[in-house]
Structure formats: C-alpha cells, structure tokens
DNA sequence: GATTATTAAATGTATGTACATATATTTGCA
DNA sequence: TGCAAATATATGTACATACATTTAATAATC
C-alpha cells in the first residue's frame, strides 16, 4: 500500500518529506512485525536483540557497555532490559572479577534454548525486507547510509 | 559512517539482513534528531505530530480516532497524547455535541502560535533526509513501499 | 421499548525510551 | 598516601508504546 494511503494524506510537500514520513512508518511497521513475532516466545523486541548479542560473545561474557555498544538504539537501558531477561533466567548476571564496577552478563542454557527455537521459527517466517531483490537491498543500504552522513 | 560501524558489527548475513538493521537504526537516528530539535519548544515528536495533524484539520475539530488514523504509529495512545497537549493549553478537548462518546479536538491560539514559530525554526535546519537528492527520495519512497507490499 | 451489539474514548499495567542523577570502584596525580 | 577525576552500572522520573479492559453513548435487533 502506498504511503499516501497507510497514513490517510492526500500528498506530500515533496519527495524528500514524502520519504522521511515513509523511513519513519515502514521502520515502525518492520518492528511491530517482529514484535508480534516474539509475542509467543515471551519476548520483547529489546530483549530479543539483547539475548542475540549475548549468544555473539557466548561462551565469553558481555558488560552492560558492550550492550550499549551494539544495541541499535544507544540511548535504550541496557540495565532493565537484563533485568527482565535475568528474571525469565535467560541471562546470569554476576560481578566481573577483575573489575569490580563492570558486571559479567551471559547467555544461559535456557537462553540458548529459546534462541534456538526462535531461529527454527524465524526459518519459517518472512520477516524483515524479503520483498526486496539483493540489488534492491544493497540499494536501499546505500541510500540510508547517506542520510546519516 | 557505514551501519557495520554505527552498530560495531563486522559484517551482515546479506543484503537484507543489512538493510533491515540499517532500515530501523537510521529511523531510530532520524527519530533522535527531530526529538532533540523539539526539546527546546517543550514538545516531545509525537506531540508535535499531533498538533500538526489538528492544525491541518484548523478550524475544524479532529476527533481521537482521526488522529490514530492520521498518526504514524497506530497503536500509540492518542487519547494522552493529548491529555499532555490539554495540560500545556495547547488544544483544547469538548464533547462532540452531535455524537456524545466522541470528543471535538481543536488546536488552541497558543498551539497555533507555537506551530508558527517551529515552522521558522524548522526552515534554518536541516531535518530529515536533505542529504538526498529528490531522485534518490523518490527511489528510497519506492523501495519502503515495496518492503510492505 | 428493552436488550444486545457496536462504537468512541479513557484507563490500567507492563515495558521501553530519554535523560539526569546516584553509588561504587578504579585510576591518576599532587 | 590521600583525594579528585573517570568509569561502570543502577536508579529515578517523565513520557511513550502495546495491549487488555472499562465506561459511556449510540445503533441494531427482537
């Protein structure tokens, strides 16, 4: 459906505010598609994207930093996102030994389990930007990269 | 800067898997740098977004489900949206004499007054996705709307 | 006309976002 | 050594999102 349609206006000043209010809306469309995804699993979006980070450094531990780091959205609380993944017991949370203000976060068996299970799922699934070509992807890619330069 | 450096991941699984994490980061970017222009004037994004939907419907009322239908996100909540509206006295919120369960919305002098100013704001800065050219805006509008076929 | 269904908005609860501040630990330097 | 600065994380508050439930008014059906 195009834009115009999605959000009920009959035009846009012009290409470029016509392509911004669509960056917006398709960005929040993709992650109400994934959300409603992990529903089932008991996981939100965060928590999802947090648990996939962990399983990257697993068997080694992650910081908090480093979920910062890598999380798409920086400015996000890294803290109570492990708060709720600790409290499902998805995540171990324990003093960093050689560095007693940094905190030693990692994956557990239960965590791993779950990941797997959703990788099976996701097989399944169209999530994300399948409708586009490989060339279309690159393109769009591209194009994005030069918006935040 | 290129996503792999944005997010510190050396490399994607393909095209789409980049361009669907670079679709939401840049979203996300976009999103942080409206916000930020906003702060100053006391609004929050969605805040503004609504008030500009009620000053292009001015003077005529809007109702709540004509903002949801007008807004970018669906789901969110436009109903304390403009509970946060009422409360800086820039809308004002009746009952709808012809339909009582409705409520006649209309956006308040000072709520004009502050648009207005934003608008001048707005024009010395360079919001959005400028860094395009109207060709490349158009290209990425195609690209959106065909994810969400 | 009374009862049920539908519609419009508000409210409740859990989670996340944004940003400021607090607490504890480590580092650096006078 | 002692004390300030920097670092790592946690906490507090306001706002927004997601979704279920509630309340009130209107429409539809018997």
Redesign the pocket.
């Known amino acids: 459906m195009k834009i115009e349609d999605e959000i009920k206006q009959a035009a846009f000043r012009d290409d470029h505010q016509k392509a911004h209010v669509n960056l917006i809306f398709t960005a929040?469309w993709l992650?109400?598609q994934q959300?409603?995804f992990f529903?089932p699993f008991g996981l939100?979006l965060?928590?999802f994207n947090t648990l996939r980070i962990l399983r990257g450094q697993h068997p080694r531990p992650a910081?908090?930093?480093l979920l910062i780091e890598r999380m798409l959205?920086k400015?996000?609380?890294a803290?109570?996102?492990?708060d709720?993944l600790e409290a499902k017991q998805l995540v171990t949370?324990c003093v960093c030994p050689s560095?007693?203000?940094?905190?030693d976060i990692r994956i557990s068996p239960d965590g791993l389990e779950l990941l797997g299970r959703l990788d099976v799922a996701m097989a399944n699934e169209h999530l994300g930007v399948q409708n586009l070509t490989s060339a279309e992807a690159a393109q769009l890619s591209n194009l994005l990269d030069k918006i935040r330069d």
């Not at 803290?79 to 492990?82: K, T």
């Not at 560095?99 to 905190?103: E, F, H």
Request: no cysteine; hydrophobic share 20%.
């Open positions: 929040n992650q109400q959300s409603a529903k939100t965060p928590q910081t908090v930093n959205d400015t996000s609380n803290s109570r996102i492990v709720k949370r560095n007693r203000r940094a905190v």
